[in-house]
Every structure is written in structure tokens, then in C-alpha cells.
């Protein structure tokens, strides 16, 4: 499966932060990054369950493609939500379901920085993406 441009640039990116340090600062620059949520948008009905820290998802189908927004009070978990969205913007309900989150985190070289707190969390992010697209 080919990856969308920004996915590309990325993985370019993060390839290239030689060790954690440089990597956590790319991580807090890509979650500048993201569209900052309206107050509207930061509702109970968008929050994300099983994150530790606060997190909202906001999802929207156009033309058969999913767009999605999200935000965090964390700015580490902003910087993975900034790069699970790159990786997921523009597919199918079907890609969706069968996008595999770790091979993306270890494409980055980040695997080894999610806790297991964080990548619980970021499923139950990617898990709420799916069952949105389900449900349409």
C-alpha cells in the first residue's frame, strides 16, 4: 500500500532524528502541527476512551475517504496523534480496519517510545477511527 505524501515526509523525517532526543523533538513539532479542536469539538461525544491523558477525535467522510481531527492536553501523545493522522487521512473504511498501528510506529522508529500506556492508548484511538467508519 502506497503511503499519502505526508506519511512520506514523515517516515523521511523521523528516519533521519539520529536517537530519542531528536525524534522527541520532531514527535512535538508534528504535533504543532495539528489543527487545533474547537471548544465545540472538545465534547464528551469526541473524547477517546482509554487514553490516560485527555484526548478528542473528530471524523468526517467525504467522497468515501475519512478525514479526521484530533487534540490532546499531552503534547507527546499530539506529536503520535500528528503521525497516526498523516498515516490515515484520505482512506477507505476498509484500509481503516486493517491498518497495522506498530509496522507505522516501527516504520518511524518510535516503537520502542510508546509505552505500552501510549500504544494502548493510540489503539483505542485507531479502534474509535474504525468503528466510526463502520458505522456510516
Not at 33 to 47: G, I, Q, V
Not at 54 to 82: H, I, P, Y
Amino acid at each position: 500500500m502506497s503511503l499519502p505524501e505526508q506519511a512520506l515526509q514523515a517516515l523521511e523525517a523521523f528516519q533521519q532524528g539520529k536517537g530519542w532526543e531528536q525524534r522527541a523533538r520532531l514527535l512535538m513539532q508534528w504535533g504543532d502541527r495539528l489543527e487545533p479542536l474547537t471548544d465545540a469539538e472538545k465534547t464528551e461525544a469526541n473524547r477517546v476512551h482509554g487514553c490516560e491523558s485527555l484526548v478528542w477525535l473528530v471524523a468526517e467522510q467525504v467522497e468515501g475517504v475519512w478525514r479526521f481531527k484530533a487534540g490532546s492536553d499531552a503534547r507527546l501523545l499530539r506529536g503520535l496523534l500528528a503521525l497516526l493522522l498523516v498515516r490515515v487521512q484520505g482512506l477507505a473504511s476498509a484500509e481503516l480496519a486493517g491498518l497495522d498501528l506498530r509496522a507505522w510506529f516501527s516504520q518511524l522508529g518510535l516503537e520502542r517510545q510508546l509505552s505500552p500506556s501510549r500504544s494502548n492508548g493510540l489503539h483505542a484511538v485507531l479502534q474509535r477511527m474504525a468503528a466510526l467508519a463502520a458505522n456510516r
